[in-house]
C-alpha cells in the first residue's frame, strides 16, 4: 500500500433509506448528525418493494400502488417535516420496485455522497444483511453507513473514536482514505486494524512487524489529525477482531472495505456472512466502502 493523499472527502448530500421500521428509525438521528456537521442535504427515502404488489391481481395493480404510495408518501412527511422546522435542509424521495435498483437511481440523481440504512425485519431484513445487502453495499455509488441491532453508541454524542479495517485491497485503500478524513473532521482518534487470519507465509512476529510497516507507511504525510493514529495488528478472526476491538476502545464508528480479498475474509465471495456478522455484533454503525465508489461519489 502506498502512500495515501490528504484528502478531506466532502459530503453534500446523504440518503437515507427507511422502511418505517423502528430499527430503521434509531438509524435516522446519525444520518441527521452527520447530515449536520457537515451542512449536507438529507434525502429521506422510502422503496415501495416488489413485493407489496406481487401477489395482486393484474387489475388490482394499481389500487394497491396508489394505497402504498399515499401511506408512505404520508409517513415520509411525518419524517421529513419535523427535520426541516429544526433547520435541516431535508427532503423525501419516494419509489417502487427492486429496492436495490430504486436506491442506485437515487443516489445518482441526489449526488448522494453517503447511503444510511439500519438492520431492521421483515423485508428490509433480507435487503440490508441478506443477499441483497451484498448489492446495496458493493454496487450503490457511494459508502454505506448500516446500524445494526446492537448498536449503543448515540449519535447525539459524535465520533470521538473511529476503527479502520483494512486488508490493504483496493476497497480497503479507499475506506482509509475516507476513515482519515473522518477523523480530520471530527477530531476524533483513528486506529487502523489489519487482521492475518488463516496459515501465515512467515513467522507470526515477522508478518506483524510487516503489516505495522505498511499502515504507517501509508498514512498521509501532511494530514491535520488531532490525535497521532493507532496501529493495531492481531491474528485470529477478522470479524471477531474487529468486534472486539471496537468494544475495547468503545468506537463510534468502523469504516472498512466493502470488497476485495486478502484477509478481510476474501469479501467478494463471502461479503455477505462478514458484513452480517460484524454488523450484527457491532456496538457501533460500520461504514462499508467499496473499490469503485470514491471516483464515483465525488
Known amino acids: 500500500m502506498e502512500t495515501l493523499q490528504a484528502t478531506q472527502i466532502a459530503i453534500k448530500n ?33 422503496v415501495i418493494p416488489q413485493e407489496a404488489y406481487a401477489c395482486a391481481s393484474p387489475q388490482a395493480v394499481d389500487r394497491v400502488l396508489k394505497e402504498a404510495g399515499e ?8 419524517i421529513v417535516g419535523p427535520l426541516k422546522q429544526r433547520g435541516l435542509r431535508c427532503d423525501a424521495a419516494l419509489g417502487e420496485g427492486n429496492i436495490t435498483e430504486v436506491l442506485k437511481d437515487f443516489g445518482r440523481k441526489y449526488s448522494a455522497d453517503v447511503v444510511v440504512v439500519g438492520r431492521s425485519c421483515a423485508r428490509w431484513s433480507k435487503a440490508v ?5 451484498e448489492e446495496i453495499i458493493r ?11 446492537l448498536v449503543t453508541t448515540l449519535a447525539s454524542s459524535g465520533v470521538q473514536c473511529i476503527i479502520c479495517a483494512t486488508d490493504f485491497s483496493p476497497a480497503a485503500t479507499h475506506a482509509m482514505e475516507f476513515a482519515i478524513s473522518l477523523a480530520e473532521e471530527y ?36 494530514v ?55 454488523i450484527s455484533l457491532a456496538s457501533c454503525p460500520v461504514l462499508t466502502v467499496g473499490d469503485v465508489q470514491r471516483s464515483e461519489c465525488r
Request: charged share 15%; proline share 6%.
Open 14 to 46: 446523504i440518503l437515507f433509506a427507511t422502511d418505517f421500521e423502528a430499527p430503521a428509525s434509531r438509524a435516522l438521528p446519525f444520518a441527521v448528525a452527520m447530515a449536520t456537521r457537515y451542512g449536507a442535504r438529507l434525502y429521506v427515502s422510502h
Open 71 to 78: 401511506f408512505a408518501a404520508y409517513t415520509l412527511s411525518q
Open 129 to 133: 444483511l441478506g443477499s441483497v445487502a
Open 139 to 149: 454496487e450503490l455509488p457511494c459508502p454505506v453507513l448500516t446500524v445494526g441491532p
Open 187 to 222: 477530531r476524533a482518534h483513528l486506529t487502523l486494524l489489519h487482521v492475518l487470519e488463516g496459515r501465515l507465509p512467515t513467522t507470526p512476529q515477522f508478518a506483524v512487524e510487516s503489516a505495522e510497516r505498511r499502515l504507517r507507511q501509508a498514512l498521509p504525510i501532511e
Open 224 to 278: 491535520d489529525l488531532r490525535f497521532k493514529p493507532e496501529i493495531v495488528v492481531e491474528t485470529g478472526s477478522v470479524a471477531d477482531c474487529i468486534v472486539s476491538l471496537t468494544g475495547e476502545l468503545s468506537a463510534d464508528i468502523i469504516v472498512m472495505g466493502a470488497c476485495g480479498a486478502g484477509s478481510l475474509a476474501q469479501w467478494a465471495s463471502h461479503f455477505g456472512s462478514m458484513a452480517h456478522k460484524v
